[in-house]
């Protein structure tokens, strides 16, 4: 129960904790879709990939990024959503509780401790003080697979340092 209040409550945290990922200090203009851009996801999804629109002027700080395309003739998303702890430790403690409480099947992606959330069908990866979370693939979640999130984890790590 404690974990799923803590899950509610960490989007607007990590507004409040948003660091940069190498650096470790305070991020004042941190836009995950400059992190990973479209051509990224398009290179995961294998479709030309839109980012979502916003309405109005974007936010400074902005930890999620969603993408969509059609592959197939169908619908599919990326989304790539990065919440942000004071510490290395915090965040990994953060994870592992979350997977035994979700009973993800937990992986290793370059050297990082990560985990996929059979319920919710996402990828989960800690790096330094970072938690990302991962969705790739069709919108309806019973339909994804971990791999598309795999291949979006390996672009994505090597530029968080």
């Known amino acids: ?4 209040r803590l899950m509610r409550a960490l989007p607007a945290l990590a507004l409040v904790l948003t660091v940069t990922p190498s650096t470790g200090q305070p991020a004042r203009d941190f836009n995950a879709c400059a992190l990973f851009t479209a051509e ?5 999804l294998g479709a030309p990939a839109e980012p979502e629109a916003t309405k109005g002027k974007p936010p400074k700080v902005q930890p999620n990024c969603v993408y969509t395309a059609t592959a197939d003739g169908k619908p599919v ?3 790539v959503q990065f919440r942000f702890f004071r510490s290395p430790a915090e965040a ?12 993800g099947r937990p992986f290793i992606i370059g050297g990082q401790d990560a ?3 059979p319920k919710q069908a996402h990828l989960v990866i800690t790096k330094g003080q970072a938690v990302v979370t991962i969705t ?7 339909e994804r697979v971990p791999e598309p999130a795999r291949k979006a984890a390996d672009v ?3 530029k968080l340092g």
Request: charged letters at 25%; hydrophobic letters at 50%; aromatic letters at 6%.
């Open 1 to 4: 129960m404690r974990v799923k």
């Open 40 to 44: 990224d996801a398009t290179a995961v």
């Open 77 to 79: 998303l990326l989304s």
């Open 92 to 103: 990994v403690a953060a994870v592992k509780e979350a997977r035994l409480e979700a009973r």
């Open 115 to 117: 985990y996929w959330h």
């Open 136 to 142: 790739a693939g069709p919108l309806r979640e019973s």
């Open 156 to 158: 994505l790590l090597p």
